[in-house]
């Protein structure tokens, strides 16, 4: 499976880490995120994971920057996005099993590393349920069809 990872100035380190975990399994990660500590805007770089999660350039996403919130919200506004910030793995895991999320995110000031990776491994190894689920999940794409420009 390809992974992109985003993340702003506030997340490198937590990045870093983050990657070299993917690899050590297996995993291709692409960076699509900023690799200095100089002050920079989180909206392009959730844009970028975004654009390449919607595109199927990778397979899932992983977003991060000082709360998640922010990225998240950028990663939100490209269509085709179900991008959900979890600061717990049991939150990770049902965002995979009851939303479909494509991407995950959450905050380098929020969470250590150890729960950081905790998320990551269930959202990497958790499948969506389907069955009602998947009604829920066409709905919040239907109103993302209603209301969003294409
Ligand atoms: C950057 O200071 C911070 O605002 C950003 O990383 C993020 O937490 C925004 O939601």
Do not use: W
């Amino acid at each position: 499976m390809k992974i992109g990872i985003a993340n702003d100035h506030s997340a490198v380190d937590m990045k870093n880490e983050i990657v070299a975990y993917l690899e050590s399994q297996g995993y291709e990660v692409v960076n699509y995120g900023t690799d200095t500590n100089a002050s920079c805007d989180y909206p392009a770089y959730g844009e970028k994971v975004a654009n390449a999660v919607a595109s199927g350039e990778v397979d899932r996403g992983i977003a991060i920057c000082g709360t998640g919130v922010g990225i998240g919200l950028a990663c939100n506004k490209v269509r085709g996005i179900r991008a959900c910030t979890c600061s717990e793995p049991y939150s990770a895991e049902y965002s995979r099993r009851h939303n479909n999320a494509n991407i995950i995110t959450f905050g380098a000031r929020v969470i250590g590393i150890e729960t950081a990776k905790q998320i990551v491994d269930v959202f990497m190894k958790t499948e969506f349920e389907g069955g009602r689920h998947e009604r829920r999940v066409d709905q919040l794409m239907d109103i993302e069809a209603r209301n969003c420009a294409k």
